[in-house]
Nanobody, 123 residues
Framework: QVQLVESGGGLVQTGGSLRLSCGRS????????MAWFRQAPGKEREFVGA????????DYGDAVKGRFIISRDNAKNTMYLQMNSLKPEDTAVYYC????????????????WGQGTQVTVSS
């Protein structure tokens, strides 16, 4: 069974930074495309970004492009989300997800999800 665990969320002021981590149990971490999504209260789950299996290429949602950076360390079975220049509208529960094959921006394309970590940006 695939288990994903996010960590690193918290409360930060506008303009601050946070780094989220997503760890996965199992030996085949490097076979999967990994992604971050977020969901604010009353809103649909939103694509934040995704990274390919090797970590050589990434895609970002328009709302975070230029501020957030996704990376992964396959030796540590961990993906990261470096969030800079945070805004109050970045407040949400952040989820990591994985899927075989290439990335998609649709949450329906991902089979496995973590439990989420709360990020709150105060104004």
């Amino acid at each position: 069974q695939v288990q994903l665990v996010e960590s690193g969320g918290g409360l930060v002021q506008t303009g601050g930074s946070l780094r989220l981590s997503c760890g996965r149990s199992g030996r085949t971490f490097s076979f999967y495309t990994m992604a971050w999504f977020r969901q604010a209260p009353g809103k649909e789950r939103e694509f934040v970004g995704a990274i390919n299996t090797s970590g050589s290429s990434a895609d970002y949602g328009d709302a975070v492009k230029g501020r957030f950076i996704i990376s992964r360390d396959n030796a540590k079975n961990t993906m990261y989300l470096q969030m800079n220049s945070l805004k109050p509208e970045d407040t949400a529960v952040y989820y990591c997800a994985l899927r075989p094959g290439g990335w998609t921006r649709s949450p329906e394309g991902y089979s496995y999800w973590g439990q989420g970590t709360q990020v709150t940006v105060s104004s």
